[in-house]
Protein backbone atom coordinates (compact mmCIF):
# COMPACT_ATOMS: atom_id res chain seq x y z
CA UNK A 1 0.00 0.00 0.00
CA UNK A 2 2.54 2.50 -0.26
CA UNK A 3 1.02 5.62 -1.35
CA UNK A 4 3.48 6.87 -3.70
CA UNK A 5 1.97 4.84 -6.25
CA UNK A 6 -0.40 7.47 -7.44
CA UNK A 7 0.52 10.88 -8.59
CA UNK A 8 -1.70 13.55 -8.59
CA UNK A 9 -1.89 17.54 -9.09
CA UNK A 10 -5.75 17.51 -7.64
CA UNK A 11 -5.71 18.65 -4.20
CA UNK A 12 -8.92 16.66 -2.43
CA UNK A 13 -11.33 19.42 -1.10
CA UNK A 14 -11.48 19.89 2.78
CA UNK A 15 -14.21 19.56 4.89
CA UNK A 16 -15.63 22.41 6.47
CA UNK A 17 -16.18 19.63 9.51
CA UNK A 18 -12.97 18.01 10.37
CA UNK A 19 -13.80 14.22 9.74
CA UNK A 20 -13.33 11.83 12.63
CA UNK A 21 -11.89 8.44 11.96
CA UNK A 22 -10.86 5.31 13.62
CA UNK A 23 -8.38 2.82 11.82
CA UNK A 24 -9.33 -0.75 13.31
CA UNK A 25 -5.93 -2.40 11.93
CA UNK A 26 -3.59 -4.97 14.39
CA UNK A 27 -0.60 -4.98 11.28
CA UNK A 28 1.34 -2.00 12.10
CA UNK A 29 2.88 -1.33 8.39
CA UNK A 30 -0.55 -1.05 7.02
CA UNK A 31 -1.85 1.24 9.72
CA UNK A 32 1.09 3.70 8.88
CA UNK A 33 0.28 3.10 5.40
CA UNK A 34 -3.19 3.89 5.96
CA UNK A 35 -1.97 7.18 8.18
CA UNK A 36 0.07 8.34 5.30
CA UNK A 37 -2.44 8.35 2.70
CA UNK A 38 -4.71 10.04 4.74
CA UNK A 39 -2.07 12.68 5.79
CA UNK A 40 -1.32 13.20 2.57
CA UNK A 41 -4.55 12.85 0.56
CA UNK A 42 -7.13 13.69 3.52
CA UNK A 43 -5.89 17.06 5.33
CA UNK A 44 -9.26 17.15 6.78
CA UNK A 45 -9.64 14.30 7.98
CA UNK A 46 -8.53 13.55 12.39
CA UNK A 47 -7.75 10.31 12.90
CA UNK A 48 -8.60 9.74 16.82
CA UNK A 49 -8.31 6.21 17.39
CA UNK A 50 -6.70 3.21 16.35
CA UNK A 51 -7.57 -0.28 17.40
CA UNK A 52 -5.84 -3.54 17.61
CA UNK A 53 -8.04 -6.04 19.58
CA UNK A 54 -11.36 -6.89 19.85
CA UNK A 55 -12.12 -4.83 23.22
CA UNK A 56 -10.51 -1.68 21.84
CA UNK A 57 -12.88 -1.42 19.49
CA UNK A 58 -15.70 -1.38 22.15
CA UNK A 59 -14.21 0.91 24.01
CA UNK A 60 -12.77 3.00 21.80
CA UNK A 61 -15.37 3.45 19.25
CA UNK A 62 -17.86 3.68 21.66
CA UNK A 63 -16.10 6.56 23.34
CA UNK A 64 -14.99 8.75 20.37
CA UNK A 65 -18.21 8.26 18.21
CA UNK A 66 -16.35 8.81 15.03
CA UNK A 67 -17.51 9.61 11.52
CA UNK A 68 -15.88 6.54 9.89
CA UNK A 69 -13.69 3.46 10.42
CA UNK A 70 -11.38 2.25 8.64
CA UNK A 71 -11.68 -1.54 9.94
CA UNK A 72 -9.98 -5.05 9.64
CA UNK A 73 -12.23 -8.06 10.45
CA UNK A 74 -9.50 -10.32 12.03
CA UNK A 75 -7.51 -8.63 15.11
CA UNK A 76 -6.26 -9.89 18.12
CA UNK A 77 -9.21 -11.57 20.14
CA UNK A 78 -10.90 -12.74 16.92
CA UNK A 79 -13.78 -10.68 14.71
CA UNK A 80 -13.87 -7.00 14.96
CA UNK A 81 -17.63 -7.38 14.95
CA UNK A 82 -17.99 -8.53 18.27
CA UNK A 83 -16.15 -4.97 19.19
CA UNK A 84 -18.98 -3.23 16.79
CA UNK A 85 -22.06 -5.46 18.13
CA UNK A 86 -21.74 -3.97 21.81
CA UNK A 87 -21.78 -0.34 20.58
CA UNK A 88 -25.02 0.49 21.13
CA UNK A 89 -25.35 3.66 18.61
CA UNK A 90 -23.49 3.06 15.51
CA UNK A 91 -23.82 5.93 13.56
CA UNK A 92 -20.61 5.94 11.63
CA UNK A 93 -20.32 4.99 7.87
CA UNK A 94 -17.89 1.67 7.92
CA UNK A 95 -15.00 0.73 5.35
CA UNK A 96 -14.11 -2.83 5.61
CA UNK A 97 -10.57 -3.72 5.02
CA UNK A 98 -9.80 -7.13 4.71
CA UNK A 99 -8.57 -10.22 3.26
CA UNK A 100 -11.40 -12.93 4.36
CA UNK A 101 -13.77 -13.48 1.33
CA UNK A 102 -15.67 -15.95 2.81
CA UNK A 103 -19.31 -15.41 2.61
CA UNK A 104 -19.84 -15.28 6.16
CA UNK A 105 -18.10 -11.90 6.19
CA UNK A 106 -19.94 -10.44 3.77
CA UNK A 107 -22.94 -11.06 5.06
CA UNK A 108 -21.75 -9.52 8.18
CA UNK A 109 -20.83 -6.24 6.54
CA UNK A 110 -23.95 -6.12 4.81
CA UNK A 111 -25.53 -6.50 8.67
CA UNK A 112 -23.65 -3.84 10.26
CA UNK A 113 -24.29 -1.19 6.87
CA UNK A 114 -20.99 -1.54 5.76
CA UNK A 115 -20.49 1.33 2.80
CA UNK A 116 -17.71 -0.44 1.05
CA UNK A 117 -15.58 -3.99 1.04
CA UNK A 118 -11.68 -4.08 0.09
CA UNK A 119 -10.37 -6.90 -0.49
CA UNK A 120 -6.37 -7.07 0.49
CA UNK A 121 -4.28 -6.48 -1.28
CA UNK A 122 -6.18 -3.25 -2.57
CA UNK A 123 -4.02 -0.47 -4.05
CA UNK A 124 -4.12 2.95 -2.36
CA UNK A 125 -6.79 4.66 -4.94
CA UNK A 126 -9.24 2.16 -3.79
CA UNK A 127 -9.01 3.26 -0.57
CA UNK A 128 -8.81 6.83 -1.15
CA UNK A 129 -12.10 6.30 -3.81
CA UNK A 130 -14.06 4.95 -1.00
CA UNK A 131 -13.20 7.58 1.61
CA UNK A 132 -14.08 9.90 -1.14
CA UNK A 133 -17.15 8.38 -1.53
CA UNK A 134 -18.09 8.03 2.05
CA UNK A 135 -17.03 11.94 2.83
CA UNK A 136 -19.27 12.77 0.01
CA UNK A 137 -22.36 11.29 0.67
CA UNK A 138 -22.00 12.78 4.37
CA UNK A 139 -21.32 16.02 3.19
CA UNK A 140 -25.08 15.88 1.12
CA UNK A 141 -26.52 13.95 4.01
CA UNK A 142 -25.59 17.20 6.36
CA UNK A 143 -26.45 19.65 3.88
CA UNK A 144 -30.09 18.44 3.68
CA UNK A 145 -30.39 18.07 6.47
CA UNK A 146 -29.46 21.94 6.93
CA UNK A 147 -31.59 22.46 4.08
CA UNK A 148 -34.66 20.99 6.07
CA UNK A 149 -34.02 22.72 9.57
CA UNK A 150 -33.50 26.18 7.80
CA UNK A 151 -36.82 25.68 5.75
CA UNK A 152 -38.90 23.59 8.34
CA UNK A 153 -40.82 26.82 9.34
CA UNK A 154 -42.30 27.67 6.14
CA UNK A 155 -42.79 24.28 4.70
CA UNK A 156 -44.77 21.18 5.76
CA UNK A 157 -41.55 18.66 5.00
CA UNK A 158 -41.65 16.52 7.97
CA UNK A 159 -40.95 13.69 9.40
CA UNK A 160 -43.38 10.37 10.94
CA UNK A 161 -43.79 7.03 11.36
CA UNK A 162 -44.97 4.73 8.96
CA UNK A 163 -47.57 2.20 10.25
CA UNK A 164 -49.01 0.88 7.60
CA UNK A 165 -48.02 -2.83 6.66
CA UNK A 166 -44.64 -2.75 4.79
CA UNK A 167 -45.72 -3.93 1.23
CA UNK A 168 -43.47 -7.12 0.10
CA UNK A 169 -43.03 -9.13 -2.66
CA UNK A 170 -41.31 -12.92 -2.74
CA UNK A 171 -39.26 -13.61 -5.69
CA UNK A 172 -38.20 -17.36 -6.41
CA UNK A 173 -38.36 -19.88 -8.81
CA UNK A 174 -39.95 -22.71 -6.66
CA UNK A 175 -43.00 -22.48 -5.41
CA UNK A 176 -42.64 -24.65 -2.58
CA UNK A 177 -39.80 -22.07 -1.84
CA UNK A 178 -42.39 -19.21 -1.87
CA UNK A 179 -45.07 -20.86 0.20
CA UNK A 180 -42.62 -21.73 2.62
CA UNK A 181 -40.79 -18.00 2.60
CA UNK A 182 -44.89 -16.43 2.49
CA UNK A 183 -45.99 -18.95 6.04
CA UNK A 184 -42.93 -17.77 8.22
CA UNK A 185 -43.14 -13.90 7.00
CA UNK A 186 -47.06 -14.43 7.95
CA UNK A 187 -46.42 -16.36 10.91
CA UNK A 188 -43.65 -13.68 12.20
CA UNK A 189 -45.04 -10.62 10.89
CA UNK A 190 -48.75 -10.87 11.01
CA UNK A 191 -50.41 -7.76 9.49
CA UNK A 192 -47.43 -5.98 9.63
CA UNK A 193 -46.08 -7.05 6.38
CA UNK A 194 -48.51 -7.18 3.23
CA UNK A 195 -47.45 -10.00 0.66
CA UNK A 196 -48.55 -8.24 -2.31
CA UNK A 197 -47.07 -10.38 -4.99
CA UNK A 198 -45.31 -12.96 -6.08
CA UNK A 199 -42.52 -14.19 -9.41
CA UNK A 200 -40.43 -16.71 -10.34
CA UNK A 201 -38.34 -15.55 -13.22
CA UNK A 202 -36.83 -12.29 -14.12
CA UNK A 203 -38.82 -11.14 -16.68
CA UNK A 204 -42.06 -12.14 -13.94
CA UNK A 205 -40.22 -10.17 -10.91
CA UNK A 206 -39.30 -6.85 -12.96
CA UNK A 207 -43.34 -6.89 -14.13
CA UNK A 208 -44.26 -7.66 -10.37
CA UNK A 209 -41.72 -4.64 -9.01
CA UNK A 210 -43.64 -2.44 -11.57
CA UNK A 211 -47.15 -3.45 -11.04
CA UNK A 212 -47.25 -3.64 -7.14
CA UNK A 213 -44.33 -1.08 -6.20
CA UNK A 214 -43.17 -3.02 -2.90
CA UNK A 215 -40.80 -1.67 -0.48
CA UNK A 216 -39.53 -4.90 0.26
CA UNK A 217 -38.15 -7.76 -2.07
CA UNK A 218 -37.37 -11.22 -1.06
CA UNK A 219 -34.93 -12.03 -3.61
CA UNK A 220 -33.83 -15.47 -5.07
CA UNK A 221 -30.16 -15.37 -7.05
CA UNK A 222 -30.75 -18.27 -9.42
CA UNK A 223 -34.52 -17.47 -10.91
CA UNK A 224 -35.55 -18.73 -14.64
CA UNK A 225 -34.49 -16.54 -17.21
CA UNK A 226 -31.24 -15.42 -15.20
CA UNK A 227 -30.47 -14.60 -11.93
CA UNK A 228 -31.89 -12.04 -8.72
CA UNK A 229 -28.77 -9.28 -9.74
CA UNK A 230 -30.37 -9.18 -13.97
CA UNK A 231 -33.76 -8.00 -11.51
CA UNK A 232 -32.00 -5.51 -9.84
CA UNK A 233 -29.91 -4.56 -12.67
CA UNK A 234 -33.35 -3.60 -14.28
CA UNK A 235 -33.65 -0.35 -12.13
CA UNK A 236 -31.46 2.36 -12.46
CA UNK A 237 -32.99 3.72 -9.08
CA UNK A 238 -34.99 1.29 -6.88
CA UNK A 239 -37.48 2.36 -4.70
CA UNK A 240 -37.31 -0.80 -2.79
CA UNK A 241 -35.14 -2.64 -0.12
CA UNK A 242 -33.94 -6.41 -1.39
CA UNK A 243 -33.47 -9.34 1.13
CA UNK A 244 -31.92 -12.26 -0.59
CA UNK A 245 -32.81 -15.48 0.76
CA UNK A 246 -30.75 -18.28 -1.35
CA UNK A 247 -29.18 -21.71 -1.56
CA UNK A 248 -25.68 -19.97 -2.74
CA UNK A 249 -23.76 -18.32 -0.51
CA UNK A 250 -21.02 -17.81 -2.85
CA UNK A 251 -22.92 -14.86 -4.06
CA UNK A 252 -22.60 -13.40 -0.99
CA UNK A 253 -19.84 -10.44 -2.07
CA UNK A 254 -21.46 -9.92 -5.22
CA UNK A 255 -24.85 -8.83 -2.77
CA UNK A 256 -23.06 -6.42 -1.04
CA UNK A 257 -22.72 -4.07 -4.30
CA UNK A 258 -26.34 -3.79 -4.37
CA UNK A 259 -26.64 -2.54 -0.85
CA UNK A 260 -28.80 -5.84 0.07
CA UNK A 261 -30.32 -4.95 3.85
CA UNK A 262 -28.95 -8.49 4.38
CA UNK A 263 -28.51 -12.27 2.92
CA UNK A 264 -30.45 -15.18 4.49
CA UNK A 265 -29.28 -18.59 3.21
CA UNK A 266 -31.57 -21.46 3.15
CA UNK A 267 -33.49 -22.99 5.04
CA UNK A 268 -34.44 -20.20 6.82
CA UNK A 269 -33.61 -19.35 10.20
CA UNK A 270 -36.85 -17.44 11.35
CA UNK A 271 -35.00 -15.05 13.95
CA UNK A 272 -32.44 -14.22 11.24
CA UNK A 273 -35.52 -13.25 8.90
CA UNK A 274 -37.37 -11.43 11.73
CA UNK A 275 -33.37 -9.67 12.60
CA UNK A 276 -33.74 -8.40 8.93
CA UNK A 277 -37.09 -7.27 8.46
CA UNK A 278 -37.47 -5.19 11.60
CA UNK A 279 -34.52 -3.66 10.15
CA UNK A 280 -36.29 -2.51 6.99
CA UNK A 281 -38.90 -1.39 9.38
CA UNK A 282 -36.19 0.75 11.21
CA UNK A 283 -34.88 2.39 8.11
CA UNK A 284 -38.53 2.84 6.60
CA UNK A 285 -39.00 5.14 9.58
CA UNK A 286 -35.58 6.87 9.99
CA UNK A 287 -35.12 10.49 10.21
CA UNK A 288 -33.38 12.57 7.56
CA UNK A 289 -30.75 12.95 9.32
CA UNK A 290 -29.39 9.34 9.66
CA UNK A 291 -27.02 7.88 7.40
CA UNK A 292 -30.01 6.05 5.39
CA UNK A 293 -30.37 5.97 1.99
CA UNK A 294 -33.92 8.27 1.47
CA UNK A 295 -35.79 5.36 0.04
CA UNK A 296 -37.58 4.47 3.35
CA UNK A 297 -38.15 7.92 4.37
CA UNK A 298 -42.07 8.84 4.87
CA UNK A 299 -42.05 12.43 4.12
CA UNK A 300 -44.67 15.14 2.85
CA UNK A 301 -44.72 15.97 -0.67
CA UNK A 302 -42.16 18.98 -1.90
CA UNK A 303 -42.57 21.65 -4.28
CA UNK A 304 -39.25 20.79 -6.45
CA UNK A 305 -40.07 20.24 -10.04
CA UNK A 306 -39.77 15.94 -10.65
CA UNK A 307 -37.16 14.76 -13.22
CA UNK A 308 -35.52 17.51 -13.97
CA UNK A 309 -32.02 17.19 -13.38
CA UNK A 310 -30.45 19.65 -10.94
CA UNK A 311 -26.96 20.36 -12.96
CA UNK A 312 -25.91 20.52 -16.21
CA UNK A 313 -22.55 18.74 -15.99
CA UNK A 314 -20.45 16.02 -14.31
CA UNK A 315 -17.35 16.39 -12.40
CA UNK A 316 -15.56 13.68 -12.02
CA UNK A 317 -12.32 12.15 -11.28
CA UNK A 318 -10.63 9.34 -13.58
CA UNK A 319 -8.72 6.24 -11.96
CA UNK A 320 -5.31 8.31 -12.70
CA UNK A 321 -6.62 11.53 -10.42
CA UNK A 322 -7.41 13.87 -13.56
CA UNK A 323 -10.50 15.62 -12.98
CA UNK A 324 -13.08 16.14 -15.84
CA UNK A 325 -15.90 18.49 -16.32
CA UNK A 326 -17.89 17.06 -18.59
CA UNK A 327 -21.70 18.65 -19.72
CA UNK A 328 -24.07 15.68 -20.15
CA UNK A 329 -24.07 16.61 -24.19
CA UNK A 330 -20.34 15.71 -24.11
CA UNK A 331 -20.57 12.35 -22.61
CA UNK A 332 -21.79 9.75 -24.95
CA UNK A 333 -21.56 6.52 -23.42
CA UNK A 334 -20.53 4.55 -20.28
CA UNK A 335 -19.45 0.97 -20.08
CA UNK A 336 -19.20 -1.27 -16.95
CA UNK A 337 -15.42 -2.41 -15.99
CA UNK A 338 -15.96 -4.43 -12.78
CA UNK A 339 -16.03 -2.09 -9.75
CA UNK A 340 -14.91 0.43 -12.31
CA UNK A 341 -16.67 2.61 -15.21
CA UNK A 342 -15.35 3.50 -18.43
CA UNK A 343 -16.39 6.51 -19.96
CA UNK A 344 -16.46 7.18 -23.49
CA UNK A 345 -16.96 11.70 -24.49
CA UNK A 346 -15.94 13.99 -27.05
CA UNK A 347 -13.17 15.58 -25.42
CA UNK A 348 -10.65 12.90 -25.69
CA UNK A 349 -9.94 9.44 -25.24
CA UNK A 350 -11.86 7.67 -22.68
CA UNK A 351 -10.80 7.19 -19.17
CA UNK A 352 -11.66 5.15 -16.53
CA UNK A 353 -13.52 5.73 -12.69
CA UNK A 354 -13.39 4.48 -9.38
CA UNK A 355 -17.40 3.76 -9.44
CA UNK A 356 -19.67 1.35 -10.62
CA UNK A 357 -22.39 1.20 -13.45
CA UNK A 358 -24.95 1.16 -10.99
CA UNK A 359 -23.35 4.37 -8.78
CA UNK A 360 -23.07 6.38 -12.16
CA UNK A 361 -26.21 5.82 -13.21
CA UNK A 362 -27.68 7.24 -10.05
CA UNK A 363 -25.83 10.26 -10.65
CA UNK A 364 -26.84 10.45 -14.53
CA UNK A 365 -30.65 12.03 -15.08
CA UNK A 366 -32.98 9.49 -16.40
CA UNK A 367 -33.97 12.37 -18.87
CA UNK A 368 -30.55 12.22 -20.88
CA UNK A 369 -28.75 8.70 -20.32
CA UNK A 370 -30.23 5.80 -20.46
CA UNK A 371 -29.37 2.29 -19.12
CA UNK A 372 -29.77 -0.65 -22.21
CA UNK A 373 -27.66 -3.46 -20.05
CA UNK A 374 -26.43 -3.98 -16.76
CA UNK A 375 -22.84 -2.81 -18.45
CA UNK A 376 -23.65 0.08 -21.08
CA UNK A 377 -25.47 3.52 -20.50
CA UNK A 378 -26.15 5.88 -23.42
CA UNK A 379 -26.10 9.31 -24.16
CA UNK A 380 -29.75 9.77 -25.76
CA UNK A 381 -29.07 12.51 -28.36
CA UNK A 382 -25.99 9.98 -29.56
CA UNK A 383 -28.84 7.15 -30.44
CA UNK A 384 -29.02 6.44 -34.25
CA UNK A 385 -30.84 2.99 -34.43
CA UNK A 386 -30.91 -0.17 -33.55
CA UNK A 387 -30.81 -3.81 -34.83
CA UNK A 388 -30.41 -7.27 -33.53
CA UNK A 389 -30.07 -6.57 -30.22
CA UNK A 390 -27.76 -3.56 -30.06
CA UNK A 391 -28.20 0.37 -29.83
CA UNK A 392 -26.07 2.19 -32.98
CA UNK A 393 -24.62 5.58 -31.83
CA UNK A 394 -23.97 8.26 -34.01
CA UNK A 395 -20.32 8.41 -33.29
CA UNK A 396 -20.39 4.73 -34.97
CA UNK A 397 -20.55 2.81 -31.47
CA UNK A 398 -22.87 0.40 -30.99
CA UNK A 399 -23.87 -1.61 -27.61
CA UNK A 400 -25.57 -4.21 -26.21
CA UNK A 401 -29.74 -3.69 -25.37
CA UNK A 402 -31.56 -6.59 -22.87
CA UNK A 403 -32.71 -8.88 -24.76
CA UNK A 404 -35.48 -8.44 -21.65
CA UNK A 405 -35.66 -4.35 -22.18
CA UNK A 406 -35.61 -4.39 -25.95
CA UNK A 407 -39.35 -3.41 -26.32
CA UNK A 408 -38.80 -0.63 -23.59
CA UNK A 409 -35.95 0.45 -25.17
CA UNK A 410 -37.22 1.20 -28.56
CA UNK A 411 -40.08 2.67 -26.69
CA UNK A 412 -38.21 5.09 -24.89
CA UNK A 413 -35.80 6.41 -27.85
CA UNK A 414 -39.25 7.44 -29.65
CA UNK A 415 -39.89 9.63 -26.93
Not at 61 to 74: F, N, S, W
Request: glycine share 4%.
Amino acid sequence: MEPSLISTDVAIPNAEQPVRLVIVEDDFITYKSLKTILTKYFPAVRVVGHCETVQEVTDLIGAEKPDIVLLDIQVRGGSAFKGLAAIPDRTFDIIIMSAQTNFQYAQEAIRFGATEYLVKPFQPEDIIASLEKVIEKRSKQSANAETLLENEPTTTTTTKVNASPLRAIVVDDEKAQRSALRYKVEETFGDRVALVGEAFSVDSAIAVIKEHQPELVFLDIELIGGTGFDVLDAFANPSFAVIFVTSYPEFGARAFRYDAIDFIVKPIDPAHLQKAVERVFSLRNVGVESNVSPKFITTEPTTTTENAPKEKSWTIKAKDRTVYILEWEQIVHLQADGKYAIVYHTKGKPFVIAKTLQECSQELPETVFYQTHRSHIINRRYFSHARDGFAFLSNGERVDVSSRMWTQFLSAMKK
